[in-house]
């Protein structure tokens, strides 16, 4: 019975991302390509002509050169160094915004293939895809209930922005959740082995943690999250500690190749991204603020180069930032803590897309940043056309919020497995917690949605009427 309700849940998954991806052929109402995931590809083909893993100056006409050999791919063009056409030695300087885990799938894709890779893209998402709604199924199940874990694969199956993102979106975040819940699976697993299979636990968790931060590295401290996590289910503080220093110390030496390179380039050992400073000083003009700061790229970017940095992710400018955002936090501490209550609601309610393009979305918030009115200026001001143009958005925020507010009634009814169920929350609550004190978008924390999608799906069983008196032990 069970593998069954598990194929049932797979082939749910498939075939419901299989009609985004008919979705993204008709381009009906369908938002176009976004700015990042071209960037990805741009530098993915980049790898494939033989400059390296680059990025281009800003300016007025960013990436031009990588944009061109995109163009060339999209006519047929089967980049290598011998097809591609050559730049001068200026033309690039070397990529340490983000780690290089999308612009090498994208480059393999290609060698393979010699084609464009939109569509191998969207099929590979729908796969890994398809095989996270299996095992998430899979999950529930060994620490739950068939009931409840054939409503949430089912859920997880039929969430919009999950499958949205791993076909059509082609952004970092759309190979993430199978890993995340990966890690996830690990460490659960780890409570019920001893001796070396609990090693060999840590260790595959720690894997995924560290291939997950090569494509984004916002998880690469979640084994922090899980060692406490940990703690509270098992009562084993020493061990707890081990698993979350062997899955951190894992996860940081799959990334040493990534840190070798940058300190190569710079002197220093970045094992995420130089874009720490550039995230943390946006995070202060997210929202209206007492500096005046304005969150926007390309106001970063002019900042940047007024300092003589030629891009906002030099390394120069990443340390110059971070002490920007140490200054303006001594300065006005309570400018800081404003800014986090100002992203609350937005993370309770993270009112994720799924691709639809509005006809009635007649402008985006970074316009009205540009005019000096954050998202709280709009909304009151505007609450109508709020709603009518971002009404998607709202009804996903709707189940988020059911979402969160079903966990808590299974962390009451469950109480006696607290620990559990609380180690199944941990990602997300990691994922939430970290984005509320830099910079917060609803897409970076879908990755770990899936926590919330177990109490919705824990509710709408109504498991507690059959959940078993017994509690899941160690």
């Known amino acids: 019975m069970t593998i069954r309700k598990m194929i049932i849940v797979g082939c749910v998954a498939f075939l419901f991302r299989l009609i985004f991806i008919f979705w993204g052929l008709s381009d009906w109402n369908l938002m176009p390509q976004n700015t990042m ?20 100056n800003w300016g007025e006409k960013p990436f031009h050169n990588l944009t061109e050999l995109r163009k060339l791919v999209d006519q047929g063009l089967h980049v290598t160094p011998q097809t591609a056409p050559q730049f001068g030695e200026k033309a690039f300087f070397p990529e340490m915004l983000h780690p290089p885990g999308m612009a090498l799938l994208v480059a393999a894709i290609h060698w393979v293939t010699g084609m464009r890779v939109d569509l191998y893209f969207e099929i590979l998402g729908m796969l890994l895809d398809t095989t996270s709604a299996c095992l998430f199924y899979w999950m529930v199940w060994k620490f ?10 089912l859920i997880y199956a039929l969430y919009p922005p999950l499958a949205f993102s791993t076909t059509l979106d082609r ?19 780890s409570t019920r082995g001893s001796g070396r299979k609990v090693a060999l636990w840590w260790l595959l968790a720690g894997l995924m943690v560290g291939i997950s931060s090569y494509l984004r ?27 979350m220093i062997t899955i951190q110390a894992v996860a940081l030496t799959v990334l040493t190749p990534w840190a070798y390179r940058n300190h190569q380039l710079c002197g220093r050992w970045i094992f995420t991204s130089t874009s720490v400073g550039w995230t943390l000083f946006a995070g202060l003009g997210e929202y209206n603020n007492p500096w005046g700061y304005i969150g926007l790229d390309e106001n970063i970017a002019v900042e940047a180069h007024k300092q003589g940095f030629y891009a906002p992710e030099s390394p120069e400018a990443d340390l110059y930032f971070r002490n920007r955002f140490r200054e303006s936090i001594r300065s006005k501490p309570l400018g800081f803590l404003s800014s986090i209550v100002k992203r609350l609601p937005m993370a309770i309610l993270a009112p994720q897309g799924f691709g639809y393009k509005n006809p009635y979305k007649t402008s985006r918030f970074t316009d009205t940043m540009r005019k000096g009115q954050d998202r709280y200026d709009v909304i009151f001001s505007r609450p109508l056309y709020i709603i009518k143009a971002y009404w998607e958005f709202l009804l996903m925020g709707a189940i988020s919020v059911a979402g969160l507010l079903s966990s808590l009634v299974m962390l009451f009814f469950e109480r006696r497995r607290f ?28 990755p770990s949605m899936f926590s919330f999608l177990i109490g919705l799906a824990y509710v709408l069983s109504r498991e507690w009427r059959h959940r078993d008196a017994s509690v899941v032990t160690c």
Do not use: K, N
Not at 229 to 243: G, K
Not at 426 to 441: F, K, Q, R
């Open 37 to 56: 995931s071209i960037v990805y590809f741009c530098q993915g083909y980049g790898i494939c002509a033989g400059y390296g893993y680059v990025s281009e």
């Open 144 to 153: 739950f209930s068939e009931r409840i874990a054939f409503m949430a694969g």
């Open 171 to 189: 952004l970092s975040e759309s190979y993430l959740p199978i890993l995340i819940l990966a890690s996830l699976v690990f460490v659960l697993q």
């Open 217 to 243: 590295p916002d998880y690469l401290m979640v084994p922090v999250a899980y060692g406490f996590a940990l703690w509270i289910y098992t009562r084993r503080f020493w061990r707890s500690m081990l698993a």
């Open 419 to 446: 620990g559990l169920v609380f180690l199944l929350l941990s990602p997300h609550l990691y994922s939430i917690g970290v984005h509320l004190l830099t910079y917060y978008e609803p897409i970076y924390v879908l």
